[in-house]
């Protein structure tokens, strides 16, 4: 957890301030004589709780600045007071990395202190990616910056790889400086370093007192309630934000240290955390005020949110309270709220929220902060939303299709177009929403049958129909009315590649009788070309087929425009047979994910990740023993953990220096052969770990865990791939049936060496495809995943996929060849993807048949955030199905499972353990409803009670909206804050509820009787 490590005590709650300066610090090397005299005569320590850490705040500059992939935000990370000792990952962003084994880096105290006894180091130690698993300090002063004096080595009592280190050096006396320097040695390879501190016997520095400044608005301020001529908030719906990269403008302009490069506070981009420079600076002292234009009266606001960071060692504080305000088209104003700060606030980013009950209308919203004085007020964003209907936000409506299909009472025999101005219907998987919605035409534009042809290509010549979006499927409805007879279809669209107008490959055209069974009739594949001009395609049939629906489905990778669709055929079925091959499982409307079974696998339900590359040697049979069974927390084994396991190469350099997706050679394939099957390594480490495990849990002895290998494509660039057959000369990739040599010699040899291994406790199932796209810019890319699946499938294998979220070619991985395909949400990994990736890979996943992956990396062990992200995984899972009714893949970055199975904090053992009930189907993701709750406070005072939550777990606390006659904060801690509204005596009631990062369990009632 993160902890502030200044030892006040605990009655303060603001610490000493800091300068947001950074000084022009020598970046000459120190001296290394030993006998420099310090400036005054040693004294003997006298142990006292007032030592403080002095280093806290401070400037300091690095000789080599930190690497701009691992940045250190501000300038400011490596004293902000933020350890976080459960980290386990170089990407936490509390870290600030620096490119080889030897740093300076220099503190300015900004005062001489002569006090100094303790200086110390937090950084971390990792096993692989270039990172140092050694890293020492040698620890030097100096009270004018120019003569230094060494105080020696900080010492690591405990070196841990893969975990935070702590090195210290504590003196026998006192020392006096002003700058402190650490000189970092070690190992070749990347240092990580949090924190680097100085510790004094010396008196604690106030800068600003939080609660004065809390108490002071309050009794300026009040409470204000909110208008109550709205509609009542449903907070079942979606909430939507409607002021996302909306213009905003400023009274009071932020501070020219923290400025706003444009959009800043509406751009969407919210960490959450200080780990980038995404944050608005308000100097304190003075009110300031975002007034955001909506650009137009939106009537149905319910929640205003900011977000705000907290950091008192920094001078960071959230604002002491916030008023809301709805201005019309006038700017004529109504007051809707006051929030207020959190008076516990802890290091971190910090969610102010004013949610209303009943909605507001406003065309402008303007926020107004008053500020703490001496503080700086970092804002991150501030949203705007609404409670909506998810339907209200699509683009495009949800289709509505008739299942009562009949023939026409009177046909005709005439051909003709059939869908001639007929209007359309789409479907999208996402809906489109947010910024895609503006770059695709309306729904009700009838350009696609209006039986006009466009003179030109120019997409925006207003005859086009017009689609954006970064890889979504579109499939285009026709309802021909009755049932009616088909034979031939027609596409036209525009091809501007230069302005990435792009024709689809491929047109599949669906066909359905009742709107209930589909059918793939075929593909319209239409002309392409590198110059700009119209691109037509149709798509004739041997036989008329009967159809009341007519589908025109195809990819959108980027801008599509389309001039004209056509159906063909006769009101008359006569001579018409119907549809009754190439049902598909990419159906217009959701059907079902794939679904275990006997034959997929060898009947594998959860298959996890384990990855091994050049000079990584860890996959042991110690290694594998979490993975195999449930360890509880005495590391006793007692259920089935994983039933599956698929062995692929890292994202990193191959022994001959290339990598799995382009430049690996025959030797590199090779070095994965051996290094799959080596003694005591990868399968044979899972083999003996399995036999121990089934013994362990008195399984059957025939029992086996499933095993998948990875073949890696052979790509164009490689001419020079080495001699598999013997005949003296070298496969060239450029030569289409060298690679499928490549990867017949490759499946030979991994067959071989299984068969040759013997193994009785895990069974080869499948072969996994590396790329997770199809290489459409390989114009042998398709043909070669079809030709591996059928060599795969010629060793009665399965052939599974897992492509990125939306990846090219995802949704047509059946026709690939493929058995088994799961997709990736991309979700866990950055703070900037958007939620949405979750629920809209269900629905892909659900409307393409495919399985899901799950995705957890080491921050999910330590970090909140990434936390949240996995657990998000897990609840959508057990509320929309795929937690039973589908094959899963688990994406871990290297032993995360591990690492969580043996972790002594509350997010490494949670992940484990939620991780095992979602295999087993039974995560219990609603928590308990709390028990109601009643207080007592006093009449205009700030009252602040406390609620139990459950022992042991993690919680959030949500407050739906505000009552009335108060502001409420209710923190994760169980803290809970009120304000009450001047002079009112009564009762207040509001609701509460609280998840164990899951679900949410039923409100609590709160009333707090004000006398």
Same mark, same amino acid.
């Given at each position: %957890? ?75 990370q ?7 000792n ?34 110390? *180091? ?14 020492d ?7 004018d ?14 070196p841990t790889?893969?975990? %935070? ?11 006096? *400086? ?7 040695g ?32 309050y ?8 208008p ?46 200080l ?12 009110? *300031?005020?975002?007034?955001?234009d ?42 809707i ?9 802890? $290091? ?13 209308s ?19 964003e ?26 026409? &009472?009177?046909?005709?025999? &005439?051909?003709?177009n059939?869908?001639l ?17 503006e ?57 501007v ?32 070309s ?36 056509q ?34 696998m ?5 298959l ?70 080596a ?10 770990a399995a036999g ?5 849990l008195?399984?059957? &002895? ?14 164009t ?5 080495g ?30 060496r299984?068969s ?25 890319? &398709?043909?070669? $995943?079809?030709?591996? *699946?059928?060599?795969v499938?010629?060793?009665d294998?399965?052939?599974?996929? $897992? ?12 026709s ?5 395909a ?5 979700y ?14 269900e629905?892909?996943?659900? %409307? ?14 330590s ?13 959508l ?9 589908? @094959? ?15 972790s002594?904090?509350? %997010?490494?053992?949670?992940?484990y ?30 009252? @602040? ?23 409420? $904060? ?37 009333t707090?009787?004000?006398?």
């Amino acid at each position: %957890m993160k902890k502030l490590i200044s030892l006040l005590l605990a009655a303060l709650f603001i610490l000493s301030g800091c300068s947001s300066a950074v000084q022009n610090v020598s970046d000459t090397e120190p001296s290394t004589d030993e006998n420099s005299d310090t400036s005054t005569p040693p004294q003997q320590i006298i142990q006292d709780p007032t030592d403080v850490v002095i280093s806290l705040g401070k400037p300091y500059k690095a000789a080599k600045p930190a690497a701009p992939e691992y940045p250190d935000a501000y300038n400011s990370q490596l004293t902000d007071g933020i350890i976080n000792n459960d980290s386990v990952s170089y990407s936490d962003s509390t870290l600030v990395g620096f490119a080889g084994p030897a740093q300076n880096i220099t503190i300015d105290l900004e005062k001489e202190y002569d006090t100094i006894h303790t200086f110390s *180091a937090n950084f971390l130690l990792y096993d692989g990616a270039g990172v140092s698993t050694n890293i020492d300090f040698t620890v030097f002063i100096s009270t004018d910056n120019k003569k230094w004096n060494k105080l020696g080595k900080l010492t690591n009592e405990k070196p841990t790889v893969n975990a %935070m280190n702590t090195a210290t050096l504590k003196l026998d006396s006192y020392v006096t *400086a002003r700058y402190v320097r650490f000189q970092s040695g070690g190992n070749n390879g990347w240092q990580f370093m949090q924190e680097l501190s100085v510790t004094a016997f010396t008196v604690p520095e106030l800068k600003y007192d939080y609660n004065a400044a809390l108490t002071n608005a309050y009794n300026k301020l009040g409470t204000v309630t909110p208008p109550q001529s709205g509609t009542p908030v449903n907070f079942s719906y979606e909430k939507t934000n409607i002021s996302a990269n909306c213009l905003y403008f400023y009274s009071g302009y932020p501070s020219t240290s923290y400025p706003d490069k444009g959009k800043m506070l509406t751009d969407k981009v919210a960490a959450g955390n200080l780990g980038a420079e995404g944050w608005v600076g308000f100097n304190g002292g003075k009110d *300031a005020s975002v007034t955001i234009d909506l650009g137009k009266t939106v009537t149905d606001i319910a929640t205003v949110d900011i977000m705000a960071y907290n950091n008192p060692v920094k001078g960071f504080a959230l604002p002491a309270a916030i008023t809301v305000t709805a201005l019309d088209e006038k700017k004529n104003a109504t007051p809707i709220g006051v929030i207020y700060g959190n008076p516990k606030a802890d $290091i971190g980013g910090y969610t102010l929220s004013l949610p209303v009950s009943n909605t507001f209308s406003a065309r402008y919203v303007k926020v107004t902060f008053h500020t703490v004085k001496d503080a700086i007020h970092l804002i991150e964003e501030i949203t705007v939303s609404a409670y909506r209907h998810p339907d209200e936000n699509l683009l495009y409506p949800p289709v509505k299709i008739d299942t009562n299909s009949t023939p026409w &009472e009177t046909p005709t025999d &005439e051909y003709t177009n059939l869908i001639l101005n007929k209007p359309h219907q789409i479907h999208v998987e996402t809906g489109i929403k947010d910024k895609f919605a503006e770059n695709n035409s309306p729904i009700d534009l009838n350009v696609m049958t209006d039986g006009e042809f466009s003179p030109d290509h120019d997409i925006h010549n207003e005859k086009y129909y017009k689609f954006y979006t970064n890889g979504e499927r579109r499939h285009i409805i026709y309802d021909l009315t009755h049932i009616s007879a088909v034979d031939k279809f027609t596409a036209s669209f525009t091809n501007v590649t230069g302005w990435s107008v792009n024709v689809p490959k491929a047109v599949s055209i669906i066909v359905s009788v009742n709107g209930k069974e589909w059918y793939k009739a075929g593909e319209i594949i239409p002309a392409e070309s590198n110059i700009p001009q119209k691109a037509d395609g149709e798509l004739v049939l041997p036989q008329k087929l009967t159809a009341r629906y007519v589908v025109f489905a195809f990819d959108v990778t980027s801008w599509v425009g389309i001039d004209e669709l056509q159906v063909f055929g006769t009101q008359s079925l006569t001579n018409a047979k119907a549809p009754t091959e190439g049902l598909v499982t990419e159906g217009i409307l959701p059907n079902q994910r794939i679904e275990p079974s006997a034959d997929l696998m060898g009947g594998a339900t959860d298959l996890c990740l384990i990855y091994h590359h050049y000079g990584y040697s860890s996959n042991t049979v110690d290694y594998f023993k979490p993975y195999l069974a449930y360890l509880d927390k005495d590391g006793t084994p007692t259920d089935i953990m994983f039933d599956s396991f698929l062995f692929l190469y890292a994202v990193s350099s191959m022994p001959s220096g290339g990598s799995p997706d382009g430049g690996s050679v025959m030797s590199d394939w090779q070095w994965c052969i051996d290094d799959i099957f080596a003694k005591n390594q990868n399968l044979d480490a899972l083999e003996k770990a399995a036999g121990e495990i089934k013994t362990a849990l008195g399984l059957p &002895e025939d029992f086996t865990y499933k095993v998948c290998l990875t073949l890696y494509n052979p790509t164009t660039q490689i001419t020079d791939f080495g001699d598999i057959d013997g005949d003296g000369i070298s496969e060239n990739f450029t030569n289409y049936q060298d690679r499928l040599k490549a990867i017949q010699w490759y499946i030979d040899q991994c067959e071989k060496r299984y068969s040759d291994a013997n193994f009785k406790n895990i069974e080869l199932v499948g072969y996994y495809w590396w790329d997770e796209y199809v290489r459409y810019e390989d114009p042998d890319g &398709e043909k070669l $995943i079809k030709d591996t *699946a059928d060599m795969v499938h010629e060793t009665d294998k399965d052939f599974i996929w $897992i492509p990125w979220f939306v990846a090219p070619g995802y949704n047509r991985w059946e026709s690939l060849g493929f058995d088994v395909a799961c997709m990736q949400p991309n979700y866990v990994f950055k703070t900037t993807a958007p939620y949405s990736n979750l629920p809209n890979c269900e629905m892909y996943t659900k %409307m393409y048949g495919m399985g899901v992956e799950m995705e957890v990396w080491e921050g999910s062990l330590s970090d909140k955030e990434f936390y949240s992200r996995y657990m998000s995984y897990i609840a959508l899972g057990a509320e929309k199905g795929y937690m039973n009714d589908t @094959i899963c893949m688990y994406y871990q970055s290297m032993n995360v499972f591990g690492a969580a199975a043996i972790s002594d904090n509350l %997010m490494g053992r949670n992940v484990y353990d939620a991780t095992y009930h979602f295999i087993k189907g039974d995560i219990e993701d609603k928590p308990q409803k709390l028990p109601d709750v009643s207080f007592t406070a006093k009449s205009n005072q700030i009252f @602040i009670g406390k609620i139990d939550l459950p022992q042991g777990k993690l919680c959030k606390i949500k407050l739906n909206s505000q009552p009335d006659n108060a502001f409420v $904060i209710a923190d994760e801690d169980g803290n809970l804050f009120l304000f009450p509204q001047k002079d009112f005596k009564g009762e207040i009631k509001f609701g509460i509820a609280y998840s164990e990062y899951l679900n949410w369990s039923e409100e609590t009632i709160i009333t707090v009787t004000v006398e």
